[in-house]
């Protein structure tokens, strides 16, 4: 009985070890899953530079502040009201309103000057008035003392020529007196009409400087000035303007109006990638918002120098996108998927490069073989964010994993023999 019982204990444990065996040579996985494979195929390969953008149409219209702070002695203006993104509107809609407190402010010190130069230009007029009013008294007297004096002039030919000689000299003297004046008179209308010109030009000084406040106050309310969608401008940390944002008259833009029609797809490149990109080639653009659409379009613009952009010490380069076509949907500031083709190879064998696998320094794939798989070095060529060129190693219709199975840092790499590599470097030229 004991021998029995211990004999079915045997069977029952090797039945679990043939059990586990048989698990892991038909469903050969690892921790996470099954094992997934591919097939090794031969087509048409694109190199592709993978990068984010943003949409931006190629022209549009600004809407702007005021035209004249600067002449107004205002630097910045803050966005008061703004009209939300995205709005369609028509010319002369309302689009936005600045804070209009040092304006005003401005504008009631001004209206103090103002009255200030009224009362003074009338005061310079009233005293101008009374002073050649006295100045012409002084001739009327003058003249009316000269007739008095060629009176007595005449009535003394008959006196003693002492006398006739004081008459003569008085008059003289009256004459001379007469055209000083007269002299005087003309300065003093000189003087006059100076200061009143002084007067005039300080208070339409004053006046001008008013006008201008209250035109440039008028333009506080900004308008659309034509139709389309209002999409607000960017600051110069990237950021979009809102209510708080501030203007000024180097930047006096508040929102601008896109044409639709023309679209670019702005985007930044790495270092590394920029070498393959250059203007005329072609791009397959997606959207974020409709994963569904996707529109042709082809390099326009590749900057020469790079840039540093956000908190990565990276470089990037700027690169410009023109829309072949575009669709209804699409609107500026929309986030972007650029596939820019920067090569074709035709007749080619093409691996999955989650195939791929790396163990110092040494390319491999797990090849399929039979039932089992097996540990192989590969030879690739150009890569894109998918798939690569395999140069050795593999033929076409060869199935290889997509995950590691159980047991793979027990085997070995198969390497590529020598004359292999220089075969593939022929074949690579």
């Not at 401005?106 to 230009?121: C, H, M, R, V, Y």
């Not at 944002?245 to 109006?257: E, F, G, K, N, Y």
Request: proline share 3%.
């Amino acid at each position: 009985m004991k021998f029995l019982r211990a004999y079915r204990y045997w069977l029952l444990g090797a039945g679990l070890l043939v059990s586990l065996a048989l698990y892991q040579f038909v469903f050969k996985s690892d921790a996470s899953g099954i094992e997934l494979e591919a097939e090794v195929r031969r087509g048409t390969f694109e190199s592709v530079v993978f990068s984010a953008g943003e949409l931006m149409a190629k022209n549009s219209e600004n809407i702007n502040g005021p035209d004249g702070l600067r002449q107004i002695g205002i630097w910045q203006v803050k966005i008061q009201d703004l009209i939300p993104e995205g709005t369609v509107v028509e010319e002369g809609d309302y689009v936005a309103a600045l804070d209009q407190s040092e304006i005003s402010g401005k504008i009631k010190d001004t209206g103090a000057e103002l009255e200030k130069a009224e009362s003074q230009f009338l005061q310079v007029k009233l005293d101008t008035t009374l002073n050649m009013r006295t100045a012409r008294d002084e001739l009327l007297n003058l003249e009316f003392q000269l007739q008095q004096k060629e009176i007595t002039l005449e009535q003394s030919r008959f006196e003693p020529p002492a006398i006739i000689r004081q008459a003569e000299l008085d008059l003289q003297k009256g004459k001379r007196d007469l055209k000083q004046a007269i002299e005087n008179y003309q300065v003093k209308q000189q003087q006059a009409a100076a200061k009143m010109a002084e007067a005039n030009a300080t208070l339409q000084q004053v006046k001008n400087k008013m006008h201008q406040l209250q035109k440039v106050g008028n333009t506080f309310t900004i308008t659309a000035p034509k139709a389309g969608m209002v999409i607000y401008m960017r600051e110069w940390g990237g950021s979009k303007k809102k209510v708080g944002s501030t203007i000024s008259p180097w930047d006096p833009a508040v929102a601008t109006l896109p044409d639709l029609r023309e679209m670019l797809s702005k985007t930044y490149v790495n270092e590394v990638d920029i070498r393959k990109v250059q203007s005329g080639q072609v791009v397959r653009i997606g959207l974020d918002a409709f994963p569904d659409l996707q529109l042709q379009g082809k390099v326009t613009q590749v900057a020469n120098v790079g840039e540093q952009r956000g908190n990565t010490d990276a470089k990037v380069f700027e690169v410009v996108i023109e829309l072949l076509e575009t669709d209804s949907t699409v609107r500026p500031g929309m986030t972007t998927g650029n596939r820019i083709v920067t090569s074709t190879l035709a007749d080619t064998l093409i691996v999955p490069l989650e195939a791929v696998f790396v163990e110092e320094g040494v390319q491999y794939v797990f090849l399929k073989t039979g039932i089992s798989n097996e540990k192989v070095q590969v030879k690739l060529g150009e890569s894109n964010e998918n798939e690569a060129v395999a140069i050795a190693g593999l033929r076409e219709g060869d199935k290889v994993l997509l995950n590691k199975p159980v047991g793979a840092e027990d085997k070995k790499i198969r390497l590529l023999e020598p004359k292999t590599n220089e075969q593939a470097r022929k074949t690579a030229q």
